[in-house]
């Protein structure tokens, strides 16, 4: 089975920065693409983020200017570099991987935008 292991996350102030990372397992990673999903409660999962394996991105409008998201393929790693943050950003969050009709995803990490 393919294992995503997130981590990252907490507690931050409005403005602040948080950076989330994704470690991926057992897959050829350099060939999937990579996403970060948020959901708030109460509310649907949100495509955050995405990068393809030849290094596309795209965003969500709602993120687009203020998060970045990068892959290390040595490091089988995916990261989520998060700044401006607000309140409206408060989710879990989740890592996934995609190709073809797989998709396997990360347990999640809490994020908290709030003074």
């Known amino acids: 089975q393919v294992q995503l292991v997130q981590s990252g996350g907490g507690l931050v102030q409005p403005g602040g920065s948080l950076r989330l990372s994704c470690a991926a397992s057992r897959i050829i990673f350099a060939t999937y693409t990579m996403a970060w999903y948020r959901q708030a409660p109460g509310k649907e999962r949100e495509l955050v983020a995405t990068i393809l394996s030849t290094g596309t991105t795209n965003y969500a409008d709602s993120v687009k200017g203020r998060f970045t998201i990068s892959r290390d393929n040595a490091k089988r790693t995916v990261d989520l570099q998060m700044n401006s943050l607000k309140p409206e950003d408060t989710a879990i969050y989740y890592c996934?991987?995609?190709?073809?009709?797989?998709?396997?995803w990360g347990q999640g990490t809490q994020v908290i935008v709030s003074s």
């Open positions: 996934n991987a995609a190709f073809g009709p797989t998709t396997k």
